[in-house]
C-alpha cells in the first residue's frame, strides 16, 4: 500500500517537476547561515512561543511516552517530527535553507505527540500543561512589527508621483510597494524593478555580485530631472553577524557603496532623514531601516 500511494504521488507531481529543477538551479537561500548543533536540539520548539513551556512539556511527554513505548501511533509521529528535522538541518550544511519560520510545518504532529505523552504522564502531565498554559498566558505580540511602514508613509510625504524609490536592501521591494503603492518607480542594485510586489530571485547573488556603479547606480541618478527628489531606503547595520550569509554580506557591502556614493554625489542635496527608531519611538527593531530623501539641485 505504501509503495502504491508512493508511485501515486510521484505520478501526479511530475508535470511540477520540470519548474522543480529549474527552482534548484536557478534559485536557493544565499540569505541563510548553516545551523549549527544548538539549532538542531531547539528546532521542534521554536514553533511555540516560549523555550521554558515547550520544555515542560517535553519533560512531561517524555515519561508518559517512556512508560508506553509499544504505542506505535506516538512513536511513528515522533520519529516524522525528528526525520524532518535532522534532514532539514544536514542539507541546510550543504546549501543552506534553514530558518525557524519553516518549522511551521511541524506543529500538527508536535501537538499531537505531546499530547499523546501528556495524556499518559498522569499528574505531572496536568502539572506541565498548567505552567505551560501560566506562561503562555503572560506572552503578548507586538501591535506593529513592520519595518518597513512607518519608513513608508514618512518617505511618501516627501515624494511626488513617478519619483524614484532606491532599496539597497533588494527583497524590502515588494513591502514598499505595499505600502507606497504603485504610483513610484523602484529600483534596486539589480536595476529598475519591473514588477515590485515580487522579488526576483533568479540568480539574485550571481546579479548582485556583479552589480557596478557605473552600470547599476549611475543610470538610476540620471534619470532624475532637475528639481524633483528620491528617496534610498537602506537597513541600519547593527547586528553584523545577520550579515554573514553570502547574500546578505553582497547586500551589506553594496549598500554602504550606494549610500556613500550617492551622499558625495554634488549633483544632490539631502533634505531629510528618516529611520524607523525615530518614527517609532525608539522601537528597536532587529533590522531597523532609514530613508534619506534627495533632491537634485537645479
Known amino acids: ?20 529543477l529549474y527552482q534548484a538551479k536557478h534559485t536557493g537561500a544565499p540569505w541563510a547561515l548553516r545551523p549549527g548543533f544548538y539549532a538542531l536540539v531547539l528546532a521542534p520548539g521554536s514553533v511555540f512561543a516560549t523555550d521554558l513551556a515547550f520544555g515542560a512539556l517535553v519533560v512531561a511527554a517524555g515519561v508518559g511516552l517512556a ?12 520519529a516524522l517530527v525528528a526525520g524532518t528535522v535532522v534532514v532539514a538541518w544536514t542539507e541546510s550544511q550543504i546549501s543552506s535553507s534553514w530558518t525557524a519560520r519553516y518549522f511551521a510545518v511541524l506543529l500538527g504532529p508536535v501537538l499531537l505527540v505531546l499530547g499523546a505523552g501528556i495524556v499518559r504522564a ?3 502531565g496536568v502539572a506541565a500543561l498548567a505552567l505551560a498554559l501560566l506562561i503562555w498566558s503572560g506572552y503578548t505580540l507586538h501591535d506593529d512589527k513592520s519595518n ?30 505595499y505600502y507606497l503603492g504603485s504610483q513610484f518607480r523602484y529600483a534596486t542594485q539589480l536595476g529598475p524593478v519591473a514588477d515590485p510586489r ?9 546579479r548582485i555580485e556583479a552589480t557596478t556603479v557605473k552600470r547599476n ?40 557603496l550606494w549610500t556613500s556614493t550617492i551622499a558625495a554625489d554634488p549633483r544632490f542635496r539631502k533634505v531629510a532623514t528618516l529611520t524607523s527608531d525615530e518614527i517609532l519611538l525608539k522601537r528597536n527593531y532587529w533590522k531597523p531601516l ?9
Do not use: C, N
Request: proline content about 9%.
Open 198 to 206: 515580487v522579488m526576483d530571485w533568479r540568480d539574485a547573488l550571481s
Open 1 to 20: 500500500e505504501a509503495l502504491f500511494a508512493g508511485v501515486a504521488v510521484v505520478v501526479v507531481y511530475a508535470p511540477w517537476l520540470p519548474t522543480l
Open 67 to 78: 512508560t508506553h513505548r509499544r504505542e506505535p501511533v506516538p512513536m511513528a509521529l515522533l
Open 217 to 256: 547606480l549611475e543610470p538610476e541618478l540620471a534619470s532624475v530631472k532637475p528639481g524633483q527628489r528620491f528617496a534610498v531606503v537602506s537597513p541600519v547595520f547593527r547586528d553584523y553577524h545577520a550579515w554573514d550569509a553570502p547574500w546578505t554580506r553582497r547586500v551589506f557591502l553594496t549598500s554602504q
Open 122 to 124: 498522569g499528574k505531572l
Open 148 to 177: 518597513a511602514r512607518a519608513i513608508a508613509h514618512g518617505v511618501a510625504a516627501y515624494l511626488d508621483p513617478g519619483e524614484l524609490v532606491i532599496s539597497t536592501h533588494p527583497e524590502q521591494i515588494p513591502v514598499l510597494r
Open 290 to 298: 532609514m530613508a534619506v530623501i534627495y533632491v537634485r539641485r537645479s
